[in-house]
């Protein structure tokens, strides 16, 4: 695998769960690792972590939601470190409630963390990228991004729309030394749930795996650039099944949920 020593890499939600896995893993491959989460003193404890470990962090406070604070960040990242390679986009949160109980308002806050998060952060680092001419961005986005899952529906749509974001992204950077690609976690034990806005108990489908997993998936994606990760690997089959034949899915589901 690619030597990652002295690669500048910032993590988006870095504060836990996947962010914080993916953070200290690379760290542990010797990259220099930018934290960005809205929690400073969650993020300092990460830190802490890291730099007792010998890696080089550094600590970014502020909202994805808030382009200023988005700029800002990279700015101050590139005045201390003068290069980013790869941009991990993880902040996000989740939703759990019939359709029919999802308001607009909650489906527009989904957007702002899940989908425009990615485009800020993205772009506030893309001219330096394409300065350098190299750099990666890698989305985490979920399975929940190739097949709906039942009080889901605005989560989904999140997910859905990053996927066509990424590829469309992936498109336009070819030929200029920007990589980019997609992750798909299924469910990961993380706060994540505990988080979430809840108005239903949603089943949760097939295995569980953990933030590590997950963020090692991640490092050798930025080790090996790919345009598609699944953590998993069988979760690529319902992928593909979802795409070939979506009502035996939906059929196989209704006998999951039913058990």
């Known amino acids: 695998m690619p030597d990652l020593a002295g690669k500048v890499a910032l993590v988006t939600g870095a504060s836990s769960g996947i962010g914080e896995a993916t953070a200290r893993e690379l760290a542990r491959q010797w990259a220099r690792v930018a934290l960005f989460a809205r929690r400073e003193n969650r993020l300092e404890e990460v830190a802490d972590g890291i730099r007792r470990g010998g890696g080089k962090v550094m600590v970014l406070t502020g909202d994805v939601t808030d382009p200023a604070a988005v700029l800002s960040a990279v ?40 989908l425009i998060g990615v485009l800020t952060a993205t772009q506030a680092v893309l001219p330096a990228m394409r300065q350098q001419g190299s750099g990666h961005i890698i989305n985490v986005s979920s399975v929940a991004g190739r097949r709906g899952l039942p009080l889901r529906s605005a989560y989904n749509a999140t997910k859905f729309a990053l996927v066509g974001l990424t590829e469309a992204l992936r498109q336009e950077l070819r030929g200029t030394g920007i990589r980019v690609s997609l992750v798909y976690p299924i469910s990961t034990v993380t706060e994540f749930h505990d988080a979430e806005v809840k108005k239903a108990e949603p089943r949760r489908y097939g295995p569980v795996q953990s933030a590590e997993q997950v963020a090692g998936a991640i490092v050798r994606c930025v080790q090996r650039p790919r345009p598609e990760v699944y953590p998993y690997p069988p979760a690529r089959i319902l992928a593909v099944l979802s795409a070939l034949a979506p009502g035996f899915v939906d059929w196989m589901m209704e006998r999951l949920r039913s058990r």
């Open 75 to 114: 700015q101050r990242l590139l005045a201390d470190w003068k290069r980013v390679d790869v941009l991990v986009n993880n902040a996000g949160r989740g939703m759990a409630a019939p359709f029919e109980a999802v308001t607009a308002q909650e489906l527009r806050d989904l957007l702002e963390v899940n």
